[in-house]
C-alpha cells in the first residue's frame, strides 16, 4: 500500500473511533441545559429555573432553582396551544417532573423559589409510591424551606408527606466544596455574594468535563478560583451567570448584590486572570468594560458565557451593552425561556 494511502486510511480508521480529535472538531456534548424562567424576579411564568441532564439521557435531570416550572415545562412542550386542555398540560408537566432526581436551590429569594412550591401538589402525585425528590442547598436554604415555604400557615409541609420518615421532598444541606453525586454529575456548592446566602454550583461529567452556574451574586471569589483550574485544564464547558442591570445602574446592583454588564466582566476577567485584579478599578464605565473584554475574550475561546436573570425593566439597555461586549470578542448568549442549549 502506498504510503499516501495507509495515511488516509489511518485517519479514517482514528475519526471512526472518535474522529473529534484526530480531525480537530469540537469535543462531543455532555450538558443540555433547558431554561423553564429566565428573567430576574417581576414576571411570575418566567423566573429562575432551569432543568439540567446529561446529553442524550432524558430520563434522569436535576432542576436548578424553581422560579417557574410548570409555566416553562408548558411553553418549552409545546403544551401551550388551544388543542391541550389544562390536563393534558398538567399531565405533560407532572411526565417532566418524574425526571427531575433532585432540585437545587441557589438562596431563599421568592423569585427562585415559587414554583416549586406551588408545583409541590403536582410533583408530589408521582411520590406517594414512596420515590423522593431531593431538595437541596446551603443552610440558610435549607431553613427557609422549614420555616418559610413548607410551613404553616404558608403551605403545607411536604417534609412529612406521605411520612416524616421518607417524605417526597427530603431537605439536604450540601456542604461548601464537597462533590455530591446528583443526576449523573458530581455536584459541588460555592458560596456567593448576596444579601442572603446564595450559591453557585460546579457540575461536572464522568468525563471530567465541567459547567458552573451561579445564582444571584455580585463581586465573588471562591468558585472563580474553582473555575480558573478548570478553565486551564480545558474541561469547562460552559459558565452560566446573572446580569441583573445595565451599568447605569452599578450602585443599585452593588448594594442589592447583582451584576451589570460592566461588572460581569471583571467576574470573567476573575475567571480567566487575564489582567491581574489589583491593576484593575472596583467598578467601572461601559467603554473601560470593552477594553478588558478584549483581553478576557482570548481565555474564552472554547467556553460559552450564558446570561440570564436580567430584570425585564432593564432588558433592553443590558442587551444592548451585551452586544458591545460580544462585538469585543467575549462568547455572550442571551438565555431564552424554553430554548435548550447544548455544550
Not at 51 to 66: P, V
Not at 98 to 123: E, F, M, R, W
Not at 179 to 191: A, H, N, T, W
Request: aromatic residues 8%; proline residues 7%; glycine residues 8%.
Amino acid at each position: 500500500m502506498r504510503p499516501c494511502m495507509f495515511l488516509v486510511v489511518y485517519l479514517l480508521i482514528i475519526g471512526s473511533a472518535g474522529g473529534s480529535i484526530a480531525f480537530g472538531g469540537p469535543p462531543p456534548v455532555r450538558f443540555e441545559l433547558i431554561p423553564l424562567g429566565v428573567f430576574g424576579g417581576e414576571v411570575e411564568s418566567n423566573s429562575s429555573c432551569f432543568l439540567l441532564r446529561e446529553a442524550g439521557n432524558e430520563e434522569t435531570a436535576l432542576m436548578i432553582d424553581g422560579g417557574s416550572p410548570v409555566s416553562g415545562i408548558i411553553k418549552w412542550k409545546g403544551l401551550d396551544s388551544a388543542n391541550f386542555t389544562w390536563s393534558k398540560r398538567m399531565a405533560g408537566v407532572a411526565d417532566v417532573l418524574a425526571t427531575v432526581q433532585a432540585i437545587l436551590i441557589t438562596h431563599s429569594h421568592l423569585d427562585h423559589n415559587y414554583g416549586v412550591v406551588l408545583k409541590s401538589p403536582i410533583h408530589l402525585s408521582g411520590k406517594l409510591a414512596g420515590t423522593q425528590t431531593s431538595i437541596c442547598g446551603n443552610e440558610a436554604t435549607i431553613q427557609a424551606y422549614r420555616d418559610v415555604y413548607f410551613s404553616k400557615p404558608a403551605w403545607g409541609n411536604f417534609t412529612h408527606v406521605p411520612s416524616a420518615e421518607k417524605p417526597a421532598f427530603p431537605l439536604v444541606v450540601l456542604e461548601e466544596e464537597k462533590p455530591s453525586k446528583l443526576g449523573g454529575f458530581d455536584v459541588e456548592l460555592y458560596p456567593l455574594a448576596h444579601p442572603v446566602p446564595s450559591s453557585g454550583f460546579v457540575f461536572t461529567a464522568d468525563d471530567g468535563s465541567a459547567f458552573i452556574h451561579l445564582g444571584d451574586t455580585g463581586r465573588s471569589k471562591p468558585i472563580w478560583k474553582r473555575g480558573r483550574n478548570l478553565l486551564k485544564s480545558g474541561k469547562l464547558r460552559a459558565v452560566s451567570l446573572e446580569v441583573s442591570f445595565d451599568t447605569a445602574k452599578e450602585p443599585l446592583a452593588v448594594r442589592t448584590g447583582h451584576l451589570t454588564p460592566a461588572s460581569l466582566v471583571l467576574e470573567l476577567n476573575s475567571l480567566t486572570g487575564a489582567i491581574p485584579t489589583e491593576d484593575l478599578p472596583e467598578e467601572f464605565e461601559i467603554v473601560a468594560a470593552q477594553d478588558l473584554a478584549k483581553a478576557v475574550a482570548d481565555h474564552l475561546r472554547d467556553v460559552r458565557i450564558l446570561i440570564h436573570h436580567i430584570k425585564p425593566t432593564s432588558y433592553s439597555k443590558v442587551v444592548d451593552e451585551l452586544d458591545l461586549l460580544k462585538k469585543a470578542g467575549l462568547p455572550l448568549e442571551v438565555l431564552h425561556q424554553a430554548r435548550p442549549v447544548r455544550f
